[in-house]
Nanobody
């Protein structure tokens, strides 16, 4: 059974930091392209950051470049999103996604974790 378990969300003041984690079970992690997405109230879900399985290259949404860092630990089957200099507009439910690089049919989402940036 495939599971993506997210953690690390919460309430933080503007300018603060949070680190999200997403641990995968039931899949060969080294073959997964991992990404973080978010859905703010009243908005569509958007891609925040992605890290590729081969080489570990990364891409970021313009809104988070220079503030967020995505990383992965293949031994722990975990992907992280380090979020610094948080802004109220970063408030959203953050979702982890796992996409298999060989079998496109294997695409999974976590349950989501709430991040609220407010004073």
């Amino acid at each position: 059974q495939v599971q993506l378990v997210e953690s690390g969300g919460g309430l933080v003041q503007p300018g603060g930091s949070l680190r999200l984690s997403c641990t995968v079970s039931g899949l060969a992690f080294q073959f997964l392209r991992m990404s973080w997405h978010r859905r703010a109230p009243g908005k569509e879900r958007e891609l925040v950051a992605v890290i590729f399985s081969v080489g570990g290259s990364t891409n970021y949404a313009d809104a988070v470049k220079g503030r967020f860092t995505i990383s992965r630990d293949n031994a722990k089957k975990t992907v992280y999103l380090q979020m610094n200099s948080l802004k109220p507009e970063d408030t959203a439910v953050y979702y982890c996604n796992a996409h298999h690089i060989v079998n496109d049919a294997l695409d999974y989402w976590g349950q989501g974790t709430q991040v609220t940036v407010s004073s």
